[in-house]
């Protein structure tokens, strides 16, 4: 079969990779040595200091030392060894027989042997000499009678699935992706101990072969193929390539870089203006490889943006959520379908502030509880945009129905202090209820209502409680049509899933959400919410056209909040500043030179450089140099700002168990 799995690289982010054939066994048994965070794994040749060594030495100056020490130990030995044998003739060697005069020579030509090796070879590098030209050239003269042909040895990809039983011979036989295999063990290592599970396992397989325990969608790959290189057996997706450049850690200097749940379950945060890249060569790929693991039933996605924005095509999806677009399927959960009113109550009063409303928000919320707890108490169920926008702005009929639904239902008395709460601030200038009325109002529009109302006629709505499951949400705002609306859903979206990624029971998937335009979205609430992600195996991706959007009060907390921080081309020199001192410095040597006027010596001396003034006209100076070790900023504001080249970004990176990889310069185009 033939998979689009972009294993060839491309020369153009926005083109797909050229179609290759898919080798199951050749994929399976590609060596994936362990490597630090962001390193992409597959055929990756780990750092060696010894090659890097050689590579810094030039072969000619090194055989040409090597030679020279050779004959200087030449000629020492010969005349060292004169020198000794005569020495020991003076003290009476030749008065012995012959045999000992033997011995007595022959241990002094070994001690002058091991003494000329040990002071020439260590000076002219003989080792590495061997080491680089004699033992490959005597390698190649002992390979030179080819072996007898041996059969390359069976690798056995299915070996750890042998234990279902013989239907696995199946899978022997037919055309296997990356995402069916990766989608089979991972069913496999959930069945367990469990007799029924191993039963129903066996049986799927010997029904369907490598399209058993299939995603519900029933697809096997990403339709219209990748744009991202993938290896999803270690769940990575391939970005770009580190720089060779001495700010670049030694280990990652011309290797792929990639990242993977390790290191986006401690979020990611990437600044950069419109057009640099931060959508095609970042959100694009992170969700394509959160799609692709959703298949394989690793993962589930939420990806959020603007309707226009590259984020895939509505194809990769199980769920497409379009508030504005009648066609649309899918509607929203405004409350995420949270077990508790006050929690959903919070959420969707946080939501509806904007920044400059923020010392109204406890206030906000307490009147949002008032009325979507005792709404749910009578009617069952959470209240539509227009039903829960008429309560806080006072409606009289809506409260009178629902006084008597809790008269009925014998809960009046657990909700009186909400209800007389509510009616006495009615009216009043400070009112919050007021305010949230004509917030929600923004969300009540013709276009966006259906999505929202939660009546009879509305779409069916996706709660961010599922993401228990393999799912793949795209969230497209209506950005250009509502964009206030469209503010709103993405604070309301962000902080349903830090709420509902963090409270999951089973956290075997990991949840990963990606915010295209993160700018209205980010609060103090949804920084905490972020910060709960890092033990819950999901994260978050942030994308910024600047950091100037937000409050400065919110800034250093959101850098804290995150692991990786991502800087892209042409950002201001004060959101450089931020990553630079989040960075941090690092010692680096420099050499300072000084030249002074030349003073010393004595009559004689002075009296010379006095005729070499008058008939030069410059003066004799000495050359004092100082070298010493200072703390520099590992990038600095104006490197970010200025020199970063078009199409590279420089990240820093932290896994989950805290392993930290400085910051590097990444070529995003390869």
Same mark, same amino acid.
């Given at each position: 079969m033939e998979l689009n799995d972009a294993r060839t690289q491309h020369t153009h982010p926005h083109l797909p990779p050229p179609r290759t054939p898919f080798h199951l066994p050749t994929w399976a048994t590609a060596p994936r040595p362990e490597a630090a965070p962001g390193i992409y794994r597959q055929h990756h040749t780990p750092h060696d200091p010894k090659a890097a060594e050689q590579a810094r030495t030039p072969a000619g100056p090194l055989l040409l030392r090597a030679a020279l020490n050779l004959l200087a130990a030449w000629l020492v030995f010969i005349y060292g060894r004169g020198f000794a044998l005569s020495g020991l003739g003076l003290l009476g060697l030749g !008065?012995?027989?012959?045999?000992?005069? +033997? $011995?007595?020579?022959? /241990?002094?030509?070994? $001690? +002058?042997? *091991?003494?000329?090796?040990?002071v020439f070879g260590h000076m002219g590098r003989w080792r590495e000499v061997g080491r680089r030209f004699l033992l490959p050239l005597l390698s190649r003269t002992v390979t030179e009678v080819p072996p007898a042909p041996e059969q390359a040895p069976v690798v056995d990809v299915w070996a750890e699935l042998r234990p279902a039983g013989d239907v696995v011979r199946r899978l022997e036989g037919e055309a296997v992706g990356d995402v069916d295999y990766v989608r089979l063990h991972q069913a496999w290592r959930t069945v367990g101990s469990d007799p029924a599970a191993w039963q129903e396992f066996a049986a799927q397989v010997a029904a369907r &072969?490598?399209?058993?325990?299939?995603?519900?969608?029933?697809? =096997?790959?990403?339709?219209?193929?990748?744009?991202?290189?993938?290896?999803l057996l270690v769940r990575q997706v391939r970005l770009g390539t580190a720089q060779d450049v001495p700010k670049n850690p030694v280990g990652h200097r011309n290797a792929g870089f990639a990242l993977d749940p390790r290191v986006l379950g401690t979020s990611l945060l990437a600044v950069g203006p419109a057009g640099t890249g931060k959508t095609a060569a970042l959100a694009r790929p992170v969700a394509e490889a959160l799609c692709l693991q959703a298949l394989a039933g690793a993962a589930c996605a939420v990806v959020v943006g603007a309707s226009d924005a590259d984020l895939g095509p509505d194809?990769?999806?199980?769920?497409? +959520?379009?508030? &504005?677009?009648?066609?649309?399927?899918? &509607?929203?959960?405004?409350?995420?379908?949270?077990?508790?009113?006050? %929690? /959903?109550?919070? =959420?969707? *009063?946080?939501? $509806?502030?904007?920044?400059?409303?923020?010392?109204?928000?406890? !206030?906000?919320? *307490?009147?949002?509880?008032?009325?979507?707890?005792?709404?749910? /108490? /009578?009617?069952?169920g959470y209240p539509g945009v227009r039903a829960l926008r008429a309560l806080l702005a006072g409606d009289a009929e809506g409260w009178a %129905?629902?006084?008597?639904?809790?008269?009925? !239902?014998?809960? =009046?008395?657990e909700f009186e202090a909400d209800l007389q709460q509510r009616e006495r601030m009615h009216g009043r200038a400070d009112d919050p209820g007021a305010l949230l009325a004509d917030r929600l109002a923004l969300l009540d529009r013709p276009a966006l209502a259906?999505?929202? !109302? &939660?009546?009879?006629?509305?779409?069916?709505?996706?709660?961010?409680?599922?993401?228990?499951?393999? $799912? =793949?949400v795209r969230v497209k705002l209506p950005e250009r049509s509502h964009p206030e609306a469209a503010r709103i859903l993405s604070r309301l979206l962000l902080g349903q899933f830090t709420q509902a990624a963090a409270d999951r029971r089973d956290r075997e998937l990991f949840a990963g959400m990606v915010l295209d335009d993160a700018t209205a979205a980010v609060d103090a609430q949804a920084i905490r919410g972020v910060q709960r992600l890092r033990g819950a195996n999901a994260g978050v991706l942030l994308l910024l056209r600047t950091l100037s959007d937000l409050p400065e009060a919110l800034r250093a907390p959101l850098f804290g909040a995150v692991g990786n921080r991502m800087a892209f081309p042409g950002i201001a020199p004060w959101d450089g500043r931020l990553f630079s001192e989040a960075w941090g410095t690092h010692l680096v040597r420099e050499t300072a030179v000084t030249h002074v006027p030349d003073t010393s010596g004595g009559t004689v001396r002075r009296a010379g450089r006095l005729l070499r003034k008058a008939l030069s006209g410059t003066t004799a100076q000495t050359e004092s140099i100082t070298t010493r070790d200072v703390e520099r900023h590992r990038w600095s504001p104006s490197d970010l700002a200025h020199a970063l080249p078009s199409g590279h970004a420089v990240i820093s990176l932290t896994s989950v168990t805290g392993e930290q990889v400085p910051p590097l310069l990444v070529d995003l185009r390869h």
């Open positions: !008065s012995l027989s012959e045999i000992p005069t +033997i $011995l007595v020579a022959l /241990a002094v030509n070994l $001690l +002058i042997i *091991a003494g000329v090796i040990r &072969g490598a399209a058993a325990c299939a995603h519900p969608s029933e697809q =096997r790959d990403l339709p219209g193929g990748r744009a991202a290189r993938h290896d194809d990769w999806y199980d769920v497409v +959520i379009a508030p &504005g677009d009648p066609a649309a399927p899918y &509607g929203l959960d405004l409350y995420g379908a949270a077990p508790h009113s006050d %929690e /959903a109550a919070a =959420r969707l *009063a946080d939501a $509806l502030l904007p920044d400059e409303l923020a010392p109204r928000a406890e !206030s906000a919320r *307490a009147a949002m509880q008032q009325v979507v707890g005792p709404y749910r /108490a /009578a009617y069952g %129905e629902l006084g008597e639904r809790l008269q009925k !239902s014998g809960r =009046r008395p259906a999505g929202f !109302s &939660g009546g009879p006629d509305a779409k069916p709505a996706f709660a961010m409680r599922a993401l228990e499951h393999p $799912l =793949r």
